[in-house]
């Protein structure tokens, strides 16, 4: 059984920062793509961030220079680093990967950040 939980959530100010982060069971960590997802209030979802199973990373423009995916393959971990948040920011984050066709997601962790 696949299972991703993600942690990290809070409310905080606008400039600050968190690190999300998203256990993963089930599968063979180390060699899956991993995504950061969104969501924000009265909005469609929305990608933020992947990283392949060689480190390779990308970002959506509206994070870009100011989040940081990550992995630790060890203890089957992604992460998500994020810095000088606002308010766009404030969302719903979910971790998210695929096996066998089918797009398994965590069940999210809320970021707020008050302006």
């Known amino acids: 059984q696949v299972l991703l939980v993600e942690s990290g959530g809070a409310l905080v100010q606008a400039g600050g920062s968190l690190r999300l982060s998203c256990a993963a069971w089930g599968i063979n960590f180390r060699i899956h793509t991993m995504d950061w997802y969104r969501q924000a209030p009265g909005k469609q979802r929305e990608w933020v961030a992947r990283?392949?199973?060689?480190?390779?990373?990308t970002y959506a423009d509206s994070v870009k220079g100011r989040f940081t995916i990550s992995r630790d393959n060890i203890n089957r971990r992604l992460f998500l680093q994020m810095n000088s948040l606002g308010p766009e920011d404030t969302a719903v984050y979910y971790c998210?990967?695929?096996?066998?066709?089918?797009?398994?997601w965590g069940q999210g962790t809320q970021v707020t950040v008050s302006s």
């Open positions: 990283i392949t199973s060689g480190s390779n990373t």
């Open positions: 998210t990967t695929e096996w066998r066709a089918r797009d398994y």
